[in-house]
């Protein structure tokens, strides 16, 4: 009887000590556990605006004096305005200014070009003013950019430094709009259609232009936009849109896009399709006999 009796002690014992056990330790897990929570979920509380960034005065108080930085992205944005530039190729009063990303002084200082700081202030037109290459550097560094004294440039100097993306790119744009309305891609087709090509001279033409136009459409308009997708092909059309700030590929794909649609002009002649001539073509007139223009 007594061996009973110990025997039934003793198991209530170990079962209250496992209870007592795991009472504590549901007291001390608790709190591991929502502390291990917290971390796997964390939930971040938004920062309450100032009256100033309400009112859109962020802004002013940049320490740069100029830059302005869209709603919503850090002041160390690619997006943001760093400074704006007056317009190289203008006339008289027709003068713009064309404002200049943080995104864009980023690219005029990486490779192909590598400018230093004196050549960014002439950009910019800052060149004259005094201690101009050492507030460029203290403006750069707030915005998390070093650019050491002493620097080389990688790519010859042409006249194409001189301008600002915006600037090239409406250069592109004013180029590829006189194209579309000067030139008479019928009358070249006419002309070229003297020599006698085959059909089959033409389809092959379309293809190769179609091709290497569609080569140039890969890479964006705007050298902001471009991804490096690591395509050799791609990369070399884009050193070309760095060098020239947009212009350069453009001008290529404005020429390719004239150069297949007076093939198709040569295709429509050969098959007879009216529907592809203009309404009212003009007249030829072979160059020797044109008259002479007057300048008045």
Known sequence: MFGCADKHSASSAVTWRASRVHEKRT???????SHCLKYINPVYEQPTPSPSQCNGSESENDKSGSGTSPSGLPPNHPSHVFDETTGRLCLLNASTKHKVTLGEIQRRLAPPETLHAS??????????????????????AEKGFSLPNGR??????????????????LL???????????????????????????????????????????????????????????????????????????FGHNAIKTALKMAVQIVDQQRAIIHGVRDSFP??????????QSPAPRFT
């Open 27 to 33: 007291v001390i897990d608790a709190p591991c556990v």
């Open 279 to 288: 309404k009212t073509p003009p007249p030829y007139v072979p160059y020797s």
């Open 152 to 169: 080389r440039k990688t790519a010859p100097t042409t006249l194409f430094t001189a301008l600002c993306e915006r600037e090239a790119l």
């Open 119 to 140: 050549l960014i202030n002439g950009i910019l037109r800052k060149a004259k003013t005094r201690d101009s290459c050492a507030k460029l550097r203290e403006r750069l």
């Open 172 to 246: 592109a744009e004013d180029f590829d709009s006189i194209c579309q309305s000067t030139l008479n891609t019928f009358e070249i087709a006419r002309h070229v259609n003297r020599n006698i090509y085959t059909l089959f001279e033409m389809n092959a033409a379309s293809r190769v232009l179609m091709g290497i136009l569609e080569a140039f459409e890969e890479v964006p308009q705007d050298p902001a936009d471009y991804v490096d997708d690591r395509i050799p092909a791609n990369y070399s059309v884009n050193m070309l849109s760095l060098l020239t700030h947009g």
